[in-house]
């Protein structure tokens, strides 16, 4: 791989917000795009941070921290990015469950999918099926991410999926659920699409399912 | 469903139980008090029981299916054992004082009359299986069996309690006059066979908060007690009785100046008790970390677990419980293990294993010993701390560190207001106060002194046994509890995650 793309991927990996700005703005002058950047520099380090986090190495402040990084850079990017070339990545909406109000999970859910280029609707936490919907027939996004860390509100995840089907939009939409008390068994009793295990798994469901939209 | 028939031998009682229901579990049901130290994880081998008429097969029960009929030799199984009440003689007046926690049940008699008593004894909340917190055992509980079993689980695990209790102190066939049950409101909810769902459920409210005497038939302790078994007040779906119970006992001496008390549990509860009588209080979810439950290496304290860890200038040195290769480690000494490896910079204060460099490196004695992907310190006998474990105390200790600075918030007061700080719960007994604060649970206060009050809750359920007026004045002593609910503090997701790192060397 190219010098200056790999020290994007290495500042990322690093969380060196200081330098990152410079190194980017390097990488332009050489002629990369920012799609280029986005996804071998960028895109390499946040999967290094994910490797890392998995492993314990990095937790929840370095994931918030990553987050930091790459939104100091992505303005530069956006402007250099043609209208025409940006990838034409999905809205997600991501929302935790009716009665639960845990949102950290979420919340590094939603800065790794908007440094990776996805617009993200985040409609907070305790959210009622009722305003998901809305909120996905308002803004017209295919995936839903939801978030459940109370083995209690489960019941929240059928409830959006009983809904999508009343409201007839069921298959226009992929439903991923994550969050400490969710699995895939829970994922296939509840009827949605995916489960996520952590943020870098959101990441990868997430661009599974815009790749085959 | 399939059902197959396991038999105890020598007493030739059985019982039908669905195919694959685990051996310890079924065991249990059974009136069984095996022991499962490790929760039943495979790790500490102390389950181990004999199959079969000649006792020809060892197994380990928590890592065993009923997959047919099966006939099993207790009779030199590791079950757990009560401690003798010495000096306890017939014809006296008798109490039992019971601390129902999630993870860990423990049960004292109580001489009434002498006001003397004698914690008995000490095992995990045959509840387990059910879920490791109160939340999935109410999320479970909304199967009514599953709620059943769950009640009848722990009321038969009390009456065996009870029994060898009086056995081992010699005064069997004599009866109990008063049990009194502390614990969180989930724990005693179940006990008396109540509808635990509204807990679970915004806006989280507890139907019942005080749990009067009722007959000891109705909750499965006919013949062994004589008067009544009753609740002390809990104050609301997560601040339970233990809390009440010790803002009762603390509300008995004056205080002076402004006191924080923190209990340290599966479900941490602490109050900020103001010099005139307000009380602040919140409760957080630390997890089962500090009971060694969801640490690879953990377990409870019984035979084989390290229970302190200690630097000497020959390397490290450890207590343990009876002998041979140590088979886990108990929350006590990890909490020192960290300690000791936060002073000798190989867990960094942001939590990191730092393996490689490390100025002075790792303590004699211990060594590298990757799993996988994932970095881990090698203790001894085969165990390891890894870095998934550190990140658990780490999320612990960052539920209560964050819980004391909004509960401090709130209430409008800075660390250096606080004069005094109250450390309890069946693990603040051992509790090493020095390591405590070392790994930050709670941040620096200039001025404050420490005590370690030990296990309060069972405390007030004994003075409640011996003093009748005890469980009015818990009542009245809730009356002047203001809930702050952390949930509802906005500045709750940063204040944790600032939270998460260990205090700087
Ligand atoms: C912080 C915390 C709180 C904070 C939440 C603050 C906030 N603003 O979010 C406060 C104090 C408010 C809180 C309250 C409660 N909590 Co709480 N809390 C926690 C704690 C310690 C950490 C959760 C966390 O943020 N983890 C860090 C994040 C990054 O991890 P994560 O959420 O799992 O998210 C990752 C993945 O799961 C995944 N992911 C998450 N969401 C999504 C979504 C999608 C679509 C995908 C693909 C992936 C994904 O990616 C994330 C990043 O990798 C956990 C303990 C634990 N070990 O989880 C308990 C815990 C979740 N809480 C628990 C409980 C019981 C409660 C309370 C009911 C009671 C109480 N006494 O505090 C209340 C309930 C409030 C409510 N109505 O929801 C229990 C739940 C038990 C259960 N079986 O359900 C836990 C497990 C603790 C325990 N063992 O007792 N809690
Ligand atoms: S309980 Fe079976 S090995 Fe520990």
Known sequence: ?213 | MREYTVTLVPSGRSRPFPEGTILSDALVDMGVPLRTPCGGRGLCRRCRVRLGDDASTEVLACRSVVDRDVRVMVAGASTWEVSPFPGLTRGRRLGAAVDLGTTTVKVALVDVDRGRFHTVASFLNPQRRFGHDVVSRIAAAADLRARDRMTGLIRSALRVCLEKALLASRIDGTTIETVVLSGNTTMLSLFFGLDVSPLGRYPYAAATRDFPGVAPGEVGLDGIVGGEVKGLPVFSAFLGADLVGALTLFGRTSLEGWTLFADLGTNGELFLAAPSGEVFAASCAMGPALEGMNISCGMSADDGAITRIRSTPAGLAFDMMGTGEPAGITGTALVDLIAVLLDARVIRPDGRLDLDGGRGGLPEGLTAAPEGDMKAVGLWGGLRLTQMDIRNVQLAKAAMHAASRLLMDAAGVAPADVRRVVLAGALGEKMDLEGFMRLGFLPPFGGATFEVAGNTSLEAALTACIDPGFAAQAAQARQRVREVVLSEQEAFQDVFISSLDFPGG
């Open chain 1, 1 to 213: 791989m190219n010098d200056s793309l790999r020290l994007v991927c290495e500042a990322v990996d690093t969380l060196d917000i200081d330098g990152i700005r410079d190194l980017v703005q390097r990488c332009l002058e050489e002629g990369h795009t920012p799609e280029e950047i986005i996804e071998h520099g960028i895109g390499k380090g946040l999967d290094l941070v994910g490797k890392k986090f998995e492993a314990g190495e990095y937790f929840l402040a370095d994931l918030v921290m990553a987050g930091e990084v790459v939104k100091e850079v992505m303005p530069v990017l956006k402007e250099r990015m043609n209208p025409v070339d940006a990838p034409r990545r999905q809205k997600v909406i991501l929302a935790t469950v009716e009665g639960d109000i845990h949102e950290i999970g979420k919340n590094i859910v939603g800065i790794i999918l908007s440094a990776n280029g996805y617009e993200v609707v985040d409609l907070g936490v305790d959210v009622s099926a009722g305003r998901i919907l809305q909120a996905v027939k308002e803004t017209g996004a295919g995936i839903v991410g939801l978030s459940v860390l109370l083995s209690t509100m489960v019941g929240g995840i059928r409830t959006v999926v009983e809904e999508a089907k009343a409201h007839g939009i069921r298959d226009r939409i992929k439903i991923v659920i994550g969050g400490a008390c969710t699995s895939r068994a829970l994922c296939e009793e509840m009827g949605a699409d995916a489960y996520g295990e952590n943020a870098m798994d959101a990441l990868r469901i997430v661009n599974g399912f815009s790749e085959n939209a």
